[in-house]
């Protein structure tokens, strides 16, 4: 009888956690910001959210960099996310931005440089 009461504690008690840990993603998620999802994954950094809310965060710095248009905010994704979802279009954002530049400056050898600088160690 003492096993089976000891057992039933720990079915219990997984549930509430695990009902815990989901209405916490699910207040992130109603939030929907970078640090709303931090802070969540500082309090569940292994729960079955982890990846999803990496994802968003991820997802939601991608939108802050395509809105800036920055060399400076395209270098730090790529930085940051080596791999990510957005690396890709981060570069090829980059590559746009520089080009925009060197038009706009009438500066193609300094574009040059640029490629060479900042995008082939990517």
Known sequence: MKINNKILI??????????????????????????????????????EYTKQARGKIEKLFWNQIKTENTIEGYTKYIKIYLKGAYVLQAKNMLHDVYWADAQSNADIKSYCNKQDTHLKPY
């Open 10 to 47: 720990l079915v219990v008690s997984v549930s509430i956690l695990s009902g815990c840990v989901s209405s916490a993603y699910n207040k992130a998620s109603e939030i929907n910001t970078m640090s709303g999802y931090r802070n969540f994954l500082k309090k569940y950094p292994r729960s």
